[in-house]
């Protein structure tokens, strides 16, 4: 079977909904008030997860709890609850959308953020948390689901990540689509092969996915 890969955030629902500045403005929060972290500790922490070159916010997150000795699950569910996710919108027709194409393709939702905040919104969008997503044919690869050797976490931007979780899961990248809200994500995923179609306002995942329904992937074709 072919595979199909979705971002979360600003593809499953617009980001005029959720942003991604409500998203780290949970996250500081989170540090602040439940580990007390300092302002001077929060930048030399963040400067020396850039200087170690482990990119992204959840990396940051990640040298956080251990510097503070800090459960990093029990801060994403924490983080959570401070995100108000009641302006996403249910969306029942991509729902219906997605469950008629996983005959045809392994559909799964990739997401840089955390297994509980794809459980949030798609609680929002078609009423099921992300073991009710899985149970449906829909996998959830989260943040932690893209690690390096050492195990910091790899971002779809980072060279390898994406390669990475198209091994652990048999996808040949020839054979999979990306759709992402991010250019740089989709720049990586042609990378190594795999076809991308950046995801905008304009440009909205239900009318993509239309055209899935008719057709399946064709090699050497251009997805824009």
Known sequence: ?????LDCDGVLYPLSELSTADIVNAAKQTYRNDLGLTGI?????????????????FNYIKAICEYKNYDFDLFCTNMAE?????HIASNKALWHKLQSLTSQYNIAIASNNSRVHIGKVTERLFDKNA????????KIFDITDMRNKEGWF???????????????NDYEPSETILFDDTGENIRTARKIGMHATLITPQNTLENNLQTFIRLPLEKGRIYE
């Open 131 to 138: 073991e009710d997503m899985e149970k449906s044919g829909i």
């Open 154 to 168: 790899m971002p779809k931007r980072v060279p390898n990540a994406l390669k990475l979780l198209a091994m652990r």
């Open 1 to 5: 079977m072919q595979n199909i890969l």
């Open 82 to 86: 401070r995100i108000d996710y009641t």
């Open 41 to 57: 500790e929060q930048s030399i922490i963040s400067k020396q997860t850039i200087d170690d070159g482990h990119l992204g916010l």
